[in-house]
Each structure stands twice: as structure tokens, then as C-alpha cells.
């Protein structure tokens, strides 16, 4: 099937399988029967705070691959195609990206005998990234000119749209409904939230709006020897402003990182314009970072492992400090309204 068939046939499905019955012997079953291959009694789980990732090996030639299954209710399947196809632009326009593999069914996309999608990936190594140099803030500039220079070549339709009132309205109404603090901090919650939503309203956003990494920040980012830098993990891939991909790469806000945020810009716009004025987005666009992140802590909180990692998640003192970093964060907002870039 084409990809752009394959697209509107999952424009709207959504599988609403459970992680809970992913065991390894089913997650063997599912990857044999997707690459129609056997594979060594090795499950290597990798980190992911959302999906389930594992990487296996071939028995026949010991060649490594990376099993990603998909948090069942998250994405539609044209949402994750719309990921897949953005990966393999890339590739074809040879920027280093790990895109998916086609397997036996003729699609990037599989989906087990328990409902979960997934998909397969090459195993590639390399070496965390650090921008140690000018010459390293301009190559990753460059790398994302590249990107969106690519990014920009078509709409995707099924994936979040980065404006307040498509992203971060429906977020901030989910935090308050999870939120299980007492009355008084939760009153406190809702009076900050609505504040800084209002404050987002008012924002002037940029007029470009393309497809987008979506969570850019260094950890996403290796230097394979030989071949350059190389972005993995499209899993947050969205529509936005480019300067979203920029502003999580910088070691902090921009007022006190100039010399960084310039020679990003350098190396970007030797592939491609960028509008200066969106740089203003950035606090706003950071304050709906925090938000989308309280809201995805909000919606996994009962996941097995998810008090180990967040042990004092949603207690009264939790919310209290997160609402001081949100006026901390409204605060920055409205001052950076004043600065012209």
C-alpha cells in the first residue's frame, strides 16, 4: 500500500490494547512474525518513559534491532505513520535519522496479537553529543536547517499542533481533573494555570508552522564517527514554530546564552531563513513544556514504576513548588514581551 493510502486508511484508528500483557514471549512472537525471522532468548529493555522499548537480536547473523510498541491510546495509527514518513524524508534527503524498517505486513507499522502498535528499528551507536565549541553550536544549527528544510515540504495532520489553545488548554484542564491535592493548593493551582493560560492568549505567534523533532533536546542528539551528528526519537514529532527545536538546546534562557543562541542561528540560516521575532516564543513555548509535562506525569501516575521515579509526586508541597515555577514562569513571560530580538 502507498504511503499516502496507508494514511488515510489509519486516519482515524487508534488501538486500545494494554501494556500489561506485553510479556517477552509475546513481544518474541510479535517481532518473528513482523520480520519474518527468528531471534535469540536476549530482551534487552532500553529506557523510554512512555513506550515500551526492547532491543533483540537476529539468531541468524547476530544483526541488532530495536523494537519500539507504542503506549496504546496515544497516537492514531495515521499519527504514527505521519512520524514514520517524516523519518524517512529525512533519510532520503540524507540527514542521519534512525527511521523505521518496512516489514513483512508492507508498513512501518505492525500491531500485536494484544493490540499494541509497534515498530522496528536498525540498532545504531554512538556517543552522546556535546556542543563543546563554536564550531559545534553552528553544526547543530546546520543540522536543524536541514531538518526543517525538510520539515516544511508537507502538513502533517494528525499530530499536535504547538499553540496554547490546541495544546495546552485541554492539558491544563486535564492536570486539575487528576490533581488530588487539598482544596487550598488545588485553588491555588487553578488561580495560577488560568493566569498563565491568559497570558499565552495574549502571546503573538509565529506565522510558520511546520513539522518539527518536537523534543529536541541534547539527549536526543549522538555523534556517530564518520557520519556526523544524528537525531533520534521522533516519538513527539509535532507541527510548530521552527524556534521549538532550537530553545531546548540551549544551557539556559536565552537572555544568558546570546553567544550559543547566535551561532545556532548562524549555522541554521546558511540552510534556511529563520524568523528572529519568533524567538520571543521561546518563554511561552516553555512554559507549555511545563504544563505538557505535569499533564503526562498526571495520565502515567499509575504506571508500576512511576513512583520510583517520581516519589513525591502529588503530595500538597509537590503542587505548591510547581505553582511557584509556573508564576515564576508567567513572570518571564510577560517581561520577555518587552525585549526586541
Known sequence: MERSEELKAGKNFQMTGSFD??????????AETAMGARFSGVLMPLPSYINRVYEMERADDGSRF???FYRPGRWSRAALLEEHLFTLECRAAEIPVIAPLRLGNGSTLAVSAEGVFFAAFPKRW???????????WVRLGTLLG????????RAARHRVRLEPRCATLDAAARLLAYCTASGSVRRELESVLKTLLRELFSCKWAPEMIRLHGDCHKGNILERPGEGLMLIDF?????????????LLLPGPPDECGRELELLLRGYESIREFDRASLGM???LRAMRMIYFLDWCAR????FNFHERYPEWGGDGFWR?????????TERIFLAKSVRW
Not at 536541514?146 to 515540504?153: E, M, N, P
Not at 516519538?235 to 530553545?247: E, F
Not at 513548588?321 to 514562569?329: D, G, M, P, V
Open 126 to 136: 554512538g556517543r552522546a553529543f556535546e556542543a563543546v565549541d563554536d564550531e559545534s
Open 146 to 153: 536541514r531538518l526543517h528544510a525538510v520539515g516544511c515540504r
Open 21 to 30: 500483557a506485553l510479556t517477552p514471549e509475546r513481544i518474541f512472537t510479535a
Open 321 to 329: 513548588r510547581e505553582c511557584a515555577s509556573l508564576r515564576e514562569q
Open 235 to 247: 516519538d513527539d514529532m509535532l507541527t510548530g514554530p521552527p524556534v521549538q527545536d532550537l530553545w
Open 282 to 284: 521561546i518563554e511561552p
Open 66 to 68: 530495536v523494537f519500539k
Open 300 to 303: 502515567q501516575k499509575g504506571d
